[in-house]
């Protein structure tokens, strides 16, 4: 059996010994785990290396500092950048040890302390000889006679890979901070889109159809965009690139949620981007805190109702509201000017305004509803329901949509009340961008006034 021992007892330290083409059966590679925990920490194996022009692709077995704990994982990297993780969905905390074991029956594990088993690829018993990273950065592991056995292509994270073809109904997904949601990337039949998934809730925040209403069969990353095929493998769509070199990879991010195309730059020595699904900040669908706004100026302003009038105003949007309440223990309160970018399908459709109020109201894990009054195109009322209250920006005024939060009864606002409640939310809206352009229309009359004083200066001393 091939071993490897690596001891990783510095932060962000990184081993570039023993790397080679490919791993065979059976083999094992160790990294020790620290003892004390340590903010910051990652160390790394590397195992495999492509041989192609910088970036190149290299598998790694790491250790790294999470949350208190050391999460051990099989990694690929392009350049700096992790595209694949064996622990992208669960991690796998363990001490003492990081081993990646590759059985005589061809079984790919990682092991911690005392024999457990993290992670596995479940192959043994088919003849698995060898693992190995193509140039496409896929990791794979095949027999005496080259055949694949396992792939990691076939396990996406949140990356997709120049040359990687993702079928009908895979997902993409990245994982927020600080929060219970994430993103998620699907190829359904009649398009691609984007959703946030909080809970139950799903509401999708970006789309792109083909024309016609064709059908969707899979996707594939070019050197010029993301291409969309039929059945017949022909491309009936695709998302072009905005630059002339080559695309790399495709990205999900776990901050924003936005979409991206990354080419590398050369000059720049790193990747960027070359196309993003959402261009300004108001697009994404977590730009504010809970119960927030994001305004024209694309700053975030509170949506705030005081319950007594001697209550002080909280210090976060949000702060103190309890959540699950419906029925007579709630009110519904709508602003005006304001709409959410998420998205999902019609709750109701031909209602008034006060039966989406209702449905809302009555429904407990419901926290805010749009209604589109139809001055849209199709001209069709609708009834849109929010399991949180995220996602809200302001919009011009006559949009047609109608956005109302579900708040306790009695928070000082109520349904007679709500012109009121509406006229609060845009003078606080109006003042952070009215503030915003005082400060800059004040700087340059401070410029202009400075600048005719120093000129008059050297008019009177000449």
């Known amino acids: 059996m091939k071993t490897y021992l690596f001891v990783g007892v510095l932060i962000h330290?990184?081993?570039?010994?023993?790397?080679?083409?490919?791993?065979?059966?059976?083999?094992?590679?160790?990294?020790?785990?620290?003892?004390?925990y340590s903010v910051g920490f990652k160390g790394r194996a590397f195992l495999m290396e492509t041989n192609q022009m910088l970036p190149s692709f290299k598998a790694a077995l790491s250790?790294?500092?999470?949350?208190?704990?050391?999460?051990?994982?099989?990694?690929?990297?392009?350049?700096?950048?992790?595209?694949?993780?064996?622990?992208?969905?669960?991690?796998?905390?363990?001490?003492e040890k990081c081993l990646l074991?590759?059985?005589?029956?061809?079984?790919?594990?990682?092991?911690?302390?005392?024999?457990?088993?993290?992670?596995?690829?479940?192959?043994?018993?088919?003849?698995?000889?060898?693992?190995?990273?193509?140039?496409?950065?896929?990791?794979?592991?095949?027999?005496?006679?080259?055949?694949?056995?396992?792939?990691?292509?076939?396990?996406?994270?949140?990356?997709?890979?120049?040359?990687?073809?993702?079928?009908?109904?895979?997902i993409l997904t990245s994982f927020t901070t600080n929060s219970d949601s994430f993103y998620s990337f699907e190829i359904q039949p009649n398009k691609i889109a984007m959703y946030l998934n909080s809970g139950s809730w799903k509401h999708s925040y970006w789309e792109f159809k083909p024309s016609k209403n064709r059908n969707i069969t899979f996707v594939q990353l070019g050197p010029k965009g993301l291409e969309l095929f039929n059945h017949e493998h022909r491309k009936i769509a695709q998302i072009r690139s905005q630059r002339t070199e080559p695309l790399?990879?495709?990205?999900?991010?776990?901050?924003?949620?936005?979409?991206?195309?990354?080419?590398?730059?050369?000059?720049?020595?790193?990747?960027?981007?070359?196309?993003?699904?959402?261009?300004?900040?108001?697009?994404?669908?977590?730009?504010?805190?809970?119960?927030?706004?994001?305004?024209?100026?694309?700053?975030?302003?509170?949506?705030?109702?005081?319950k007594r009038a001697e209550e002080k105003m909280r210090s976060r949007c949000g702060e103190g509201y309890r959540r699950g309440?419906?029925?007579?223990?709630?009110?519904?309160?709508?602003?005006?000017?304001v709409r959410t970018v998420l998205r999902n399908d019609p709750k109701r459709v031909n209602v008034s305004r006060e039966e989406c109020s209702s449905l809302c109201m009555d429904d407990c894990k419901c926290a805010a509803a749009l209604y589109s009054s139809g001055k849209?195109?199709?001209?069709?009322?609708?009834?849109?329901?929010?399991?949180?209250?995220?996602?809200?920006?302001?919009?011009?005024?006559?949009?047609?949509?109608?956005?109302?939060?579900?708040?306790?009864?009695?928070?000082?606002?109520?349904?007679?009340?709500?012109?009121?409640?509406?006229?609060w939310v845009l003078v606080m809206v109006?003042?952070?961008?009215?503030?915003?352009?005082?400060?800059?229309?004040?700087?340059?009359?401070?410029?202009?006034?400075?600048?005719r004083r120093k000129n008059l200066t050297v008019d009177n001393t000449s």
């Open 248 to 306: 790399r990879f495709m990205s999900l991010g776990n901050g924003t949620g936005n979409l991206g195309l990354y080419y590398y730059s050369s000059e720049k020595g790193k990747f960027e981007t070359s196309f993003q699904a959402l261009n300004t900040t108001c697009d994404l669908p977590l730009a504010c805190e809970p119960y927030g706004i994001c305004t024209f100026s694309n700053s975030c302003s509170c949506i705030r109702f005081v």
């Open 325 to 337: 309440f419906c029925g007579r223990e709630a009110e519904m309160v709508e602003l005006g000017d």
């Open 376 to 423: 849209d195109e199709e001209g069709v009322r609708e009834c849109f329901l929010y399991g949180l209250v995220r996602g809200v920006r302001q919009v011009d005024r006559g949009s047609g949509f109608n956005y109302m939060v579900k708040v306790p009864k009695g928070s000082g606002v109520g349904h007679g009340r709500s012109n009121n409640v509406r006229k």
């Open 101 to 170: 074991q590759l059985t005589t029956d061809g079984d790919l594990l990682l092991k911690g302390a005392n024999e457990q088993v993290g992670w596995r690829t479940a192959t043994h018993g088919q003849g698995v000889e060898r693992l190995q990273l193509s140039k496409t950065g896929n990791l794979i592991l095949v027999d005496g006679l080259n055949r694949l056995k396992w792939q990691s292509f076939n396990f996406p994270t949140d990356v997709m890979l120049w040359g990687q073809r993702l079928d009908l109904g895979t």
């Open 63 to 95: 250790v790294e500092a999470i949350n208190g704990k050391y999460a051990c994982s099989l990694n690929v990297f392009l350049g700096e950048v992790k595209v694949w993780d064996s622990g992208h969905f669960t991690r796998f905390y363990t001490s």
């Open 13 to 36: 330290f990184f081993a570039h010994d023993s790397c080679e083409s490919d791993l065979p059966a059976p083999s094992e590679v160790m990294l020790a785990v620290p003892v004390e």
């Open 430 to 451: 109006g003042v952070i961008d009215g503030l915003i352009i005082l400060f800059v229309v004040g700087g340059i009359g401070y410029y202009v006034i400075r600048k």
